[in-house]
Nanobody, 124 residues
Framework: QVQLVESGGGSVQAGGSLSLSCAASGYTYSPYCMAWFRQAPGKEREAVAGIFRNMRSTYYADSVKGRFTISQDNGKNMLFLQMNSLKPEDTAMYYC?????????????????WGQGTQVTVSS
């Protein structure tokens, strides 16, 4: 059974940093993609960052480029998101997602497994 468990969310002032972690279990082969999504109240879910199989390429939303960094430790099945220079508009529930069976698109299609989410709140 595939499980994704996020940790590391919290509250921080604008300009601060947070680091999110996602512990993945229940599979033995490299996913097509691991990614972070976020959803703020009243807004649609959006992809924040993704890392594709064998770390050959990454995706970042324009709104986080230069501020967020996605990384993974394949040996430990861990996914990370380092978030710097946080802004109030980064406030959202952040979700870890894995695409194990299909090549995904960054609108969320193909990501068959999701964590429960971790809240990030940035105050001005």
């Amino acid at each position: 059974q595939v499980q994704l468990v996020e940790s590391g969310g919290g509250s921080v002032q604008a300009g601060g940093s947070l680091s999110l972690s996602c512990a993945a279990s229940g599979y033995t082969y490299s996913p097509y993609c691991m990614a972070w999504f976020r959803q703020a109240p009243g807004k649609e879910r959006e992809a924040v960052a993704g890392i594709f199989r064998n770390m050959r390429s990454t995706y970042y939303a324009d709104s986080v480029k230069g501020r967020f960094t996605i990384s993974q430790d394949n040996g430990k099945n861990m996914l990370f998101l380092q978030m710097n220079s946080l802004k109030p508009e980064d406030t959202a529930m952040y979700y870890c997602a894995a695409a194990l069976d299909y090549i995904p698109t960054m609108n969320g299609k193909g990501f068959g497994y999701w964590g429960q989410g971790t809240q990030v709140t940035v105050s001005s």
